[in-house]
């Protein structure tokens, strides 16, 4: 394979981190024009007094007393506080449909939204109003409608505690549990997989753990350009014996070898720590099938805790009946690993004393990811490794703040305490039908019954799978309301009427009548802790979210609400404050203990091997095994899995480098494995098709990219989202949590054919 050949493309042997970070937080400062306000703000991310990163979920160390250096968290504080502006001014100069035809990239490369504004059909533009008139139309929409489950209040994980908490009592006052929520797209099988079989849903781990873990086992992440941060845990871990397994189709650079930009002799003699010691290229989708094959080795080695399976468990037996009746051969050719790799890490899951298991997206996004996450907890129950030190499941959640949310009761399928506790506190009735998740909401914009949708931050419908289908079902609204510090193509696909309400992000000081305010969010291992701006805001007329939906609220639930939206936006205490009393358990003296350095931590019962589950044990659950995609019964179908580039946040794309994966100035590529690319009459840089396998028609195309050779595993290709969303389709999504199969997209991959005119 001739890479050097191909335009930007070339081979990146530097390991990940090192000096390449450094320059790209240079470069990344400079783009955006923050250099001088951006070194100051960088200095303040994930400090005690200072804001919590946007850019992802790991937790902070305890003492953060020096800047803990992370690229992708430099780029998306750069993104935010950047001096770019999208001013009225700049709207009136472009059409809706305009904008439409710009990359994801230059309509959000506009800058901060800084005015409230509205669509205007007659001139194709978005026009600012008044922040009342913008509360008003919303109300009126909202009060419009024959049933509240008409309404869909979308949210992202950037909404903090307070934020989320007014906006899910806001929607279940108004009369509905529709809240899709971008876990829905994310770690739905986490919150669906988990409860059932140790009584949570949420990682059972802290970051001390790491210190003691014997064994880290990786599925399915990528943590050098979506968890930074987590790579010095990662190299710390490594550096003092522990064992680290890779399981990734791909061979990710961090997960190779990193270089700590904070360690003087690394960077002088430009060495690195070699993060892990195997790597296991299992095919796309062979985890559950690769977990079970771990376990029939583990239990033939017999590396099993029989005292902790008699106390804490159920479901044994069951499960080693179905690990017996599965044959060697038939866990190779759906995991695509060979019985001697498998044994091999069997081996060291049964020396390690105290394991941990780390996935991510590369595991949640497909059709049976909810099985296969309770496969993970089997692997990890057979030796005892929940609940004990250096031991545990290690979810990595996407979003900063979208396990807080959650956490704060922003979900379609409300527990009956959490309504229970709403009706006590209140005074008023929640509904009880459960609400939508994102693909449920989309397929009921689509039928016409949604007709308002609220977003508070996010871009719904670039996230989302299926844009043919997602696209048109947005234009049917009667009204859209975009809650958001930037522009996006979901505020452009406008239906009757839609507004954009400008909000304060992470980084911006906040003072509302009370003072200067601090929120809380909560980290991937359950730390919730403050988070306070800095930066002056880009515009005056920017508000902060909740006293946007406070706002909202006013306008929908009338002034004389039994609730004090104004008194609660102006003093986030006093949202705290009931929080707790919402959530007497988890948050009792919110306010006092979120102000002690480093926050405090939510029960995890788990974690003390309580298991809140129907048995009161943790359960071994048996997951059907599949040996392989039945799609793939046919040689031509292969999986495509979709993926975060280096320079992307999500549908944010910064910049268009991929430097670890040695891809630059380019997105359009696809990476195949060099004898599917010559099976096909193809040369790796050859320009290609890539089209939906079970499609009839010809739309659900995308055209001309260049397939590149890599070492991946035959029937295994891969691109990054959301430009291939197209292929995906609204219907292929994990049976139990509704997660859309971002992850195992069956294409055809053919030479390229320009389209028909
Ligand atoms: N800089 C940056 N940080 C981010 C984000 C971002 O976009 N940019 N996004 C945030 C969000 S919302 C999330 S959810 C997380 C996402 O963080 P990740 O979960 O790391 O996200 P992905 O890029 O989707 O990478 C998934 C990994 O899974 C591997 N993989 C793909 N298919 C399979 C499979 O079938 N099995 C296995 N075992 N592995 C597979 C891929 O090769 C890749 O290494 O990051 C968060 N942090
Ligand atoms: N093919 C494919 N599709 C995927 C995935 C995949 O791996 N493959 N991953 C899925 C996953 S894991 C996720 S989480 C979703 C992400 O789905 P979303 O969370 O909906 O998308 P983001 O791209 O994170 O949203 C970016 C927008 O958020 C707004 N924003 C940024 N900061 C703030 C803020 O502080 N407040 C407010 N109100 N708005 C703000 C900006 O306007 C910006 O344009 O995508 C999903 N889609
Ligand atoms: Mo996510």
Redesign the pocket.
């Known amino acids: 394979m001739s890479e050097a050949k191909i335009p930007g493309v070339r081979p990146y042997d530097a390991p990940a981190g090192g000096w390449g970070a450094l320059k790209a937080v240079a470069g990344a400062l400079g783009d955006q024009a923050t250099v001088i306000e951006g070194g100051r703000t960088l200095l303040s991310a994930n400090q005690p007094e200072g804001f919590d990163c946007p ?3 790991w937790p902070d160390p305890k003492h953060t007393s020096s800047f803990e250096f992370c690229e ?1 968290g430099a ?2 504080v750069a993104w935010e506080a950047t001096s770019k502006r999208a001013t009225p001014e700049v709207f009136a100069r472009h059409t809706v449909s305009e904008l439409l035809t710009w990359s994801d990239h230059a309509i959000e490369d506009l800058g901060r939204l800084t005015e409230p504004m509205a669509y205007d059909a007659a001139s194709d533009r978005y026009l600012p109003i008044s922040w009342d008139e913008a509360f008003a139309r919303t109300g009126a929409a909202l009060r419009a409608l024959d049933d509240p489950n008409q309404a869909e209040f979308y949210a992202s ?1 950037r909404a903090s505690n307070e934020a989320a908490f007014l906006y899910q009592l806001l929607g279940r006052k108004f009369g509905t549990n529709n809240f899709p929520d ?1 876990s829905n797209m ?2 739905e099988p986490t919150s669906v997989g988990l409860p059932d079989s140790i009584g949570m849903g949420k990682g059972s781990v802290t970051l001390d753990d790491f210190d003691y873990a014997d064994l880290i086992l990786c ?5 050098g ?4 941060r987590m790579m010095a845990t990662l190299r710390d871990a490594a550096r003092r014996g522990a064992t680290i397994l890779a ?4 061979r ?1 650079r961090a997960l190779e070898k990193f270089a700590s930009p904070q360690d003087p002799v690394e960077m002088a003699t430009l060495s690195s720590t070699p993060i892990a010691s195997a790597y296991y290229q ?6 559950a099938l690769a977990v079970q094959g771990l376990m029939k080795a583990m239990l033939a080695l017999d590396a099993i805790d029989r005292d902790f399976i008699a106390e804490h468990t159920t479901g044994f037996e069951a499960l080693a009946a179905s690990l017996d009746a599965l044959a060697w051969p038939e866990i190779e050719r759906g995991s695509g690993l060979s019985r001697a790799q498998l044994e091999e890490a069997a081996a060291a899951c049964a020396r390690s004393d105290a394991t941990i298991l780390c ?5 949640t ?2 059709r049976d990811s909810s099985g296969t996450v309770q496969q993970l907890v089997n692997l990890l129950l057979l030796k005892g490794n929940i609940g004990r030190r250096g031991a545990g499941i290690c979810p ?4 900063s703040n ?1 396990q807080g949310a959650r956490t704060v009761g922003v979900a379609e399928k409300p527990p009956a305490a959490l309504l229970d506790s709403l009706r006590e506190v209140f005074g008023f009735e929640p509904p009880r039908r459960h609400g939508h998740t994102v693909v449920e909401a989309i397929e009921a914009m689509e039928r016409g019954e949604a007709k308002v949708f609220l977003g508070l931050g996010g871009n719904f419908a670039v996230a989302a799978p299926d844009p043919i289908r997602t696209f048109a079902a947005l234009r049917k609204l009667d009204l859209a309301v975009h809650v958001a510090t930037k522009p996006n193509r979901t505020h452009l696909l406008v239906g009757q009427d839609s507004l954009l309400l400008p909000c304060l992000g992470r980084t911006e000081i906040d003072i509302q009548a009370g003072g200067r305010q601090a929120v809380t969010v909560e980290d991937s291992m359950s730390m919730v802790h403050a988070s306070k701006g800095l930066n002056a805001p880009a515009s005056e007329h920017l508000k902060s979210e909740p006293a946007i939906v406070a706002g909202i609220a006013r306008a929908v639930l009338g002034e004389d609400d039994t609730i004090d939206w104004a008194g609660l936006a102006g003093d986030y205490d006093r949202i705290r404050t009931l929080i707790a009393r919402v959530f007497p358990d988890a948050f009792a003296d919110y306010n006092e203990r979120v102000r002690a350095p480093g926050g405090f931590r939510l029960p995890v019962p788990p974690s003390d091997r309580v298991w809140k589950t129907a048995s009161g044990k943790a359960n071994f659950l048996v997951h059907a095994p599949q040996a392989g995609d039945p799609r793939r019964a046919d040689p031509e179908v292969m999986l495509l ?4 580039s ?1 320079d ?3 549908t ?1 794309i910064y910049g268009q480098n991929d430097r670890y994966r040695g891809v630059f100035g380019r997105r359009d590529v696809i990476f195949a494995n060099p004898e599917d690319i010559a099976a096909r009459g193809l040369t790796s840089g050859d320009r290609v098709d890539l089209a939906a396998a079970f499609d009839p028609g010809d739309q659900r195309v995308v055209r001309g990219f260049t397939v590149v050779a890599r070492d991946i595993p035959s029937g295994c290709l ?1 691109a990054y ?1 959301p430009e291939t969303n197209i292929l995906i389709d609204l219907n292929d999504r994990d049976t139990r949590s509704g997660t859309p199969a ?3 997209v069956p294409v055809r991959l053919s030479a390229h054919r320009p389209a028909d005119p």
């Open positions: 850019g992802c979920a992708n780029k998306a994980g971008c994310c770690h599925f399915g992440h990528n943590p350009t979506n968890h930074p399981f990734n189709p791909l990710e299992l095919t796309i989708g062979g985890d996935y991510g997206m590369g595991l996004q497909h990595l959640r996407g979003h979208v899995t979709t993926l975060r280096h992307q946040y999500n944010t891969a989202y971002y992850k195992s």
